[in-house]
């Protein structure tokens, strides 16, 4: 874990410095930041809650002598998902191989997404995307990570190029990777919005988080007291 928390401060550290330097170190540093990152996680070995679990269902997927016979399967996994699994196992490839490549794609994603959309803050878009886009998603969710990678290289072109039918279709085949993908589908009415609704979306965004947060203050003291009493 040490290594996750040192690479966040080094993250934080280059991006003071990106302020105070020209565009073309801030570019450099970018890279650099973005190769030992990329590293991280395509390199990784039993990192994430879920990794072993994956590598225990693509075994188990490969028992499996047909498609017919993979759905016959009592594992747990979207459609899609199975048949992406059952082909790369076939193929021969192994886990810790079929880990690096979805790795290796959705890092690129992420990277690609970064490079189109943002002009003068990419080291502050990987530090935002580090806590969870890439611990969580990346590193140990892989199907949600998956979909993610697929909204950030295909998806948010269609949605800014107005091409909602198509960015339907893709989200809709996605589901079957994770069916997580639909909440995607919410995206669709950020067009509808004006100005002020968007304020009051935000206004009431912030007021459930800081409701949440304080009742788990709140809830944090009520149980440290409860404990203290107790042990009196």
Known sequence: MSI??????????????????????????????SFFMGCILIFRYGQGTDYFTYNYLYNQIGDANSIQQLFELPIHGEGLWKIINYFFNKLGFSF??????????????????????????KILSLILSYPTVFLVYYMSAIRQ????GIFFSVLLNNF????????????????????????????????MLNKRIYNIIFIISISISLVLILNNG??????????????R
Do not use: W
């Open 4 to 33: 996750y928390i040192f690479f966040i401060t080094f993250l934080i550290f280059v991006g003071v410095i990106t302020e105070l330097s020209q565009k073309s170190l801030k570019d450099i540093l970018f890279k650099i930041c």
């Open 96 to 121: 810790e191989i079929f880990a690096m490549l979805i790795s290796v794609f959705c890092f690129l994603s992420l990277i690609y997404a970064i490079n189109k959309y943002v002009e003068n803050y």
């Open 145 to 148: 990570g998956i979909v993610l």
């Open 218 to 231: 709140i809830l944090d003291t009520i149980n440290r007291s409860s404990m203290q009493f107790l042990e």
């Open 160 to 191: 800014f190029q107005k091409r909602y039918f198509k960015y339907i279709l893709i989200v809709i085949v996605c589901s079957f990777i994770h069916t997580s993908a639909l909440v995607l589908l919410l995206l669709l009415i950020v067009p």
